[in-house]
């Protein structure tokens, strides 16, 4: 069979994501991924269109804070954390960059998330067949499945389950619909094993933006029927099984109170290091240096105010800015509001994440960001001079 250059877009994809979703978590072929199908991925589209496209704002906008992270190797307490640091960060602009001219050219965006979603579905069912287990304080045992830290399989949880909604919505088929919806259920038991607080958090606001939204501007019973849908479960529902589930364990008042204590004491870190340097910060890299506890940040805003300042922050928190306002323009145009719905809520739940963890500087979860902003990207750009206005706001 011949293969065409929209094939060979698909095959490069099928490297990139699962390359990096799921081979790379094996230790012994991290390496050959990272430094060798990554950077074949980006070479491979660079070649295939003989130019560098930089018309997508939000990957300029990364490369700008980039930019401006690269003046703390002058000044950061230790330059060797800089410098992996910076390194993450451009192959995160090479993911991002490799991602956008794939979803460019595809000319079935199907394929694209379908292979995304059996990344994610791998994660899920190696976890639940094989579960590497591991045990915290308060005597929680959580699943960690193909990585080494169970917040990090909550994660690909919470990605799994975006996109197999987001796949359920652009496919048609009604017995693939109802194959891809019957996989949420696994999704969110591996989430509960992992005993992710922060993404089972995630999922919340990801399914209350999208019932806002519907009910907002379309089918404003909506908000009645899920009103009563979750009397019912609270009245009716018998949540005892949580409690024999690592999540369950950890929604414990002392486990709740020992993370919060812990979450403010980084928090008061980072805010005593912005007032040691506002502008500039104390160094990309440098924030287990200075902090008390010699831990990062967990928590990406304060992780950028701290080590790269007003400068860096500023820099940084239009990339969001600029994605919520490209997603209010598909909400306010007819063909792309489901879209549009779904797309917000990905980026307010991504958004709520970060108050966990640095997500700038994780590989993963900048494919993402990558894969659904350029898919809203080239649906913008795709109906911009044949849309029809809503009335939508927000």
């Known amino acids: ?50 130019k560098i496209y930089l018309s997508n704002k939000l990957l300029l906008q990364f ?10 190797l002058i000044y950061s307490a230790d330059k060797g954390v800089t410098a992996n640091y910076l390194s ?17 050219r595809s000319n079935d965006l199907r394929v694209i998330v379908f292979i995304f979603f059996l990344c994610f579905l791998y994660h899920a069912v190696s976890a639940f067949l094989h579960p590497v287990e591991y045990t915290v304080s308060f005597m929680t045992e959580r699943s960690t499945g193909l990585f080494t830290n169970a917040n990090v399989l909550g994660f690909a949880m919470w990605y799994g389950l975006i996109t197999v909604i987001f796949l359920s919505i652009i496919i048609k088929d009604k017995f693939i619909k109802i194959l891809l919806w019957s996989c949420i259920p696994l999704f969110l038991y591996v989430l509960f094993l992992s005993g992710s607080r922060k993404n089972v958090l995630a999922v919340i606001i990801y399914l209350f933006v999208i019932v806002y939204y519907f009910a907002k501007t379309r089918h404003r019973l909506i908000i009645i029927f899920t009103g009563i849908l979750i009397f019912v479960i609270l009245k009716f529902v018998d949540f005892s099984f ?6 369950g364990a950890r929604m414990n008042i002392e ?19 912005f007032k040691e340097s506002p502008i500039i910060g104390v160094g990309l ?26 400068v860096g922050i500023l820099l940084y928190l239009p990339i969001y800015l600029m994605f919520f306002t490209q997603n209010r323009f598909l909400l306010n145009h007819q063909e792309t509001f489901v879209l549009g719905v779904m797309s917000q809520a990905f980026l307010i739940g991504f958004m709520s994440l970060g108050m966990g963890r640095p997500t700038f500087l994780d590989p993963d979860a900048m494919l993402v960001l990558a894969l659904f902003h350029s898919i809203a990207l080239k649906k913008l750009q795709e109906i911009e001079s044949v849309s029809v206005p809503l009335s939508v706001s927000g």
């Open 1 to 50: 069979m011949k293969i065409t250059k929209v094939n060979y877009l698909n095959i490069l994809w099928l490297f990139l994501s699962f390359g990096l979703i799921v081979l790379s978590k094996f230790e012994e072929l991290s390496m050959y991924i990272l430094y060798g199908i990554i950077p074949f991925c980006f070479i491979s589209v660079v070649l295939s269109e003989l």
């Open 63 to 72: 490369i700008y804070f980039f930019i401006w992270c690269s003046v703390s």
């Open 88 to 104: 993450i960060l451009v192959g995160n602009i090479v993911l991002w960059y490799t991602t956008y001219r794939i979803v460019m």
């Open 242 to 247: 949580l409690e024999s589930l690592p999540i």
């Open 255 to 273: 486990s709740l109170a020992s993370g919060t204590k812990n979450r403010l004491e980084l928090i008061n870190d980072g805010f005593a290091m």
């Open 285 to 310: 890299g440098s924030f287990t240096f200075y902090s008390s506890s010699g831990l990062y940040a967990h928590n990406e805003y304060v992780e950028i105010l701290a080590t790269t300042g007003l």
